[in-house]
């Protein structure tokens, strides 16, 4: 396309200079040459005035030589000649015509132009006093007849010269600005599909490869969207394969000793490897260009789902000797999360405290609704987390290689999280008033908390504590008590090493 239009651009320029230039030339000659003669004209009407006053050839010699081209030899006075008409007219002066193209010019009585060697003749006819016709010859050589062309040709030459090569040029990069974009396009679809997802391509050039390159990034976030929300329903679903094997290790550690019971221990322990290495590759496995994930969803009751959840979760806390409390939970909040993904949000922090504190420790869950945001607080009273930053990063990141993260993917916060940031809200991890762990969601029901509450959320969540101590004796819901197997809660806030989440 680029050498296209060169080669274009080159063709019309060239028929346009050779248009206008070729006339000009021509002009410029005929110019020069009316120019040159009418010199001539003036010169012999000088001459003119004395051929009328006197007919002596002596002071018609004086006068010719007075004048500019007379005394450089190219002016010259033929009278009539006297006697017989075959004698030759006398000549003053140096003349170039011959005897015929006199003769022509007086019996004609107008001027003409003769060409003789070296140049050219301007034959004038003249009055004399006498009543005879005399001719005047003024000679004009031909460098004076194409004085000026030869320059005005070259400049012409010049001018249409530097128009091609400018009209070329500028051709050439309207055609690298056309080219260049497509290239750019045609690459970057050839990179994405050898692989590299992160491949976009500037929004430039003509109108046409913008709307292209608006398409084309399009299309790859679509893809890489679509291709990141697989691995995270890959994930998720891996993830929540943990509930179900939370209840079969409970009960496989309740069969007491022998091959089988130890074969089921081990069985469901090599499970749970096994599914932790489908979330590790599965997270390891994600673009490093994404989308949000997630689209758009119709919303859950949030007290429904954690009155739901905590139902199947209170039946193990009951195996186990857990105390649990549930808050906030009598009224109907509607959230903009999806059903299942609350739940399975709920699941990974009820299965992190199951996973990493003590049997017979106690938990809460509380619900509060602030009238732009609702925060939800799971709480425990195990011995806490060391380094609360350092599980975020670890749920963030995909990554449970960091310290201490033995048995943890990271996966379960980052559900949390994303959960928490679709909505506009985050997620916080602290201290709880039981002494372990509190884990602090907040959803957005606007699209984003308003000043107040994230003020509220910053300042270390000393209201939602006070509001959960007032909330104890009104709207707690004591979901399970120690059985007669259990072992009894132990003292809250008894320090040990942190569980991970």
């Known amino acids: 396309m680029r050498w296209a239009l060169v080669k274009v651009s080159l063709a019309v320029t060239a028929m346009v200079v050779i248009a206008f230039a070729v006339p000009l030339g021509l002009v410029v000659r005929e110019m020069a040459r009316d120019r040159a003669f009418s010199d001539a004209e003036r010169q012999a009407a000088t001459i003119g005035p004395t ?10 010699t004086r006068a010719v030589l007075s004048t500019e081209p007379g005394g450089r030899g190219r002016l010259a006075v033929h009278v009539p000649a006297a006697g017989e008409p075959a004698a030759r007219p006398p000549e003053i002066g140096t003349g170039r015509a011959t005897r015929e193209d006199l003769e022509t010019v007086r019996a004609s009585g107008r001027a003409a132009v003769t060409e003789v060697p070296g140049g050219f003749a301007l034959l004038q006819p003249t009055a004399l006093g006498s009543g005879g016709i005399a001719v005047v010859e003024v000679f004009v050589p031909q460098d004076e007849v194409s004085h000026g062309v030869t320059t005005a040709w070259l400049m012409l030459a010049g001018v249409g010269a530097a128009l091609i090569v400018g009209s070329v040029a500028v051709a050439d990069r309207l055609g690298v600005r056309m080219v260049e974009p ?14 590299r997802l992160g491949t976009r391509v500037p929004e430039e050039g003509p109108t046409e490869l913008r709307s292209a390159a608006v398409a084309f990034n399009s299309m790859a976030d679509q893809v890489v969207q679509l291709l990141a929300g697989e691995r995270e329903l890959a994930a998720d679903l891996s993830h929540r394969l943990r509930t179900p094997l ?5 009960n496989a550690a309740s069969l007491g000793e022998g091959p089988a019971a130890e074969q089921t221990r081990a069985a469901v322990e090599q499970l749970e490897r096994e599914v932790d290495t489908i979330i590790r590759t599965a997270r390891e496995q994600r673009p490093q260009t994404q989308g949000p994930y997630g689209g758009v969803v119709s919303g859950c009751d949030a007290c429904e789902v954690i009155r739901e959840r905590m139902g199947f979760w209170s039946a193990l806390a009951e195996d186990e000797g857990r105390t649990v409390r549930l808050a906030g939970v009598g009224r109907t909040v509607r959230i903009p999360v999806a059903r299942a993904e609350l ?8 299965g992190n405290v199951f996973r990493h504190t003590p049997e017979g420790t106690a938990f809460a869950v509380d619900v509060h609704h602030s009238g732009d945001a609702v925060i939800v607080l799971v709480s425990d009273a195990g011995p806490g987390i060391p380094d609360p930053e350092a599980a975020l990063a670890r749920g963030a990141s ?4 960091g310290p201490g993260a033995v048995g943890s993917t990271g996966l379960g ?7 928490a940031e679709s909505t506009g809200g985050d997620l916080r ?13 907040w959803i957005a029901l606007d699209g984003g908390p308003s000043e107040r509450g994230r003020r509220g959320h910053r300042s270390g969540g000393r209201g939602v504590r006070r509001q959960r101590r007032q909330a104890k004796g009104r709207s707690a819901e004591p979901l399970g008590t120690p059985g007669p197997k259990s072992r009894g809660a132990e003292p809250l806030g008894t320090p040990g090493a942190g569980p991970q989440l």
């Not at 051929?51 to 018609?60: A, K, P, Q, V």
């Not at 995909?398 to 290689?401: H, L, M, Q, S, T």
């Not at 991890?429 to 969601?441: C, F, I, K, M």
């Open 429 to 441: 991890v602290g201290r709880s008033v039981l002494g372990g762990t509190e884990v602090r969601v």
């Open 182 to 195: 497509a290239r750019r396009l045609a690459g970057a679809a050839h990179d994405l599909g050898e692989g």
């Open 343 to 350: 739940a399975a949000a709920l699941d990974a922090l009820l």
């Open 51 to 60: 051929l009328t006053i006197t007919g002596d050839r002596e002071e018609l």
């Open 398 to 401: 995909g990554r449970g290689d």
């Open 413 to 419: 916060l980052d559900i949390v999280r994303r959960v």
């Open 246 to 250: 939370t209840v079969l290790r409970l």
